[in-house]
């Protein structure tokens, strides 16, 4: 694997870095290759109860890396179903936590937006600039922009092809903080570290029931979270969580199951 991603670890959090700094993280296929492997092995490892993916201090992503489809034509983006591949992002199941300084434009605000939570310095910029290349956005901005912001403010955007700072942002829904600029990298750390304190597998089912809102009726989506919420107990999370908050003690989660 080349160093266009850094990774690390801290406890139970995995840390995903975009590190193209001659392109300002633009995404290019292997960068999108590179994300998917790695999330999706880290779904299936019980030790890790959290995604962190961060960029720059100038940028989360600016956006595709243009060189890689300029010299393309349409036979060749429909027979390879160019892009496809960042649906494999969406479909992790693990918390997803998005650490913003600088410029979050095109794919750069795509990726982001595939994260269940965007954490943003106060130097933050959104936007989805697709237009002013002839082009429309093609990893979801159409579509996780207006359930975010709603019609009005993501036509906005999409059609003038503005940016949005992070006070525009934090209103309009698209972000869950804003944070000092210096202190972005180290809240999001805190916040993907509390959740992965908590049991994995309801951190799953929330993320999965959030999903679900978006997709189904309110009577459907109530259904689904009731069984959701259901099968919470057959969990030893479950067992182990209610019976600290009845001991009055700290619940103890993730720990490793005795062998059977």
């Known amino acids: 694997m080349n160093t266009s991603i850094k990774i690390e670890r801290e406890d139970r959090v995995a840390i995903l870095t975009i590190s193209r700094p001659e392109a300002l993280n633009a995404i290019n296929t292997d960068v999108m290759l590179q994300l998917a492997d790695v999330m999706e092995g880290y779904d299936t490892d019980n030790k890790i109860g959290c995604i962190l993916l961060k960029g720059s201090e100038k940028a989360f992503s600016a956006g595709a890396d243009i060189n890689e489809s300029i010299q393309r034509e349409y036979p060749d983006v429909f027979s390879e179903n160019w892009l496809a591949g960042w649906e494999r992002i969406s479909k992790i199941r693990l918390p997803l936590i998005a650490s913003v300084r600088g410029y979050a434009l095109g794919g750069g605000c795509e990726l982001a937006m595939s994260?269940?939570?965007?954490?943003?310095?106060?130097?933050?910029?959104?936007g989805q600039p697709e237009i002013k290349l002839g082009v429309i956005p093609g990893m979801g901005?159409?579509?996780r922009l207006t359930h975010a912001i709603g019609k009005a403010k993501a036509a906005d955007l999409l059609l003038t092809g503005r940016y949005m700072d992070a006070q525009e942002a934090e209103r309009a829904g698209l972000i869950s903080r804003i944070v000092a600029n210096e202190d972005t990298d180290k809240i999001a750390l805190e916040a993907a570290q509390t959740i992965a304190s908590y049991g994995r597998v309801a951190a799953m089912m929330i993320k999965e029931t959030l999903g679900r809102s978006f997709e189904t009726s309110l009577s459907e989506g109530l259904l689904f979270e009731r069984r959701a919420f259901h099968a919470c107990f057959a969990t030893e999370d479950r067992v182990e969580g209610m019976r600290a908050f009845a001991e009055k003690r700290t619940a103890q989660f993730n720990k490793e199951s005795p062998k059977r």
């Not at 994260?115 to 959104?126: L, V």
Request: aromatic share 6%.
């Open 141 to 143: 901005g159409t579509q």
């Open 115 to 126: 994260c269940d939570m965007i954490i943003a310095g106060e130097d933050a910029k959104f």
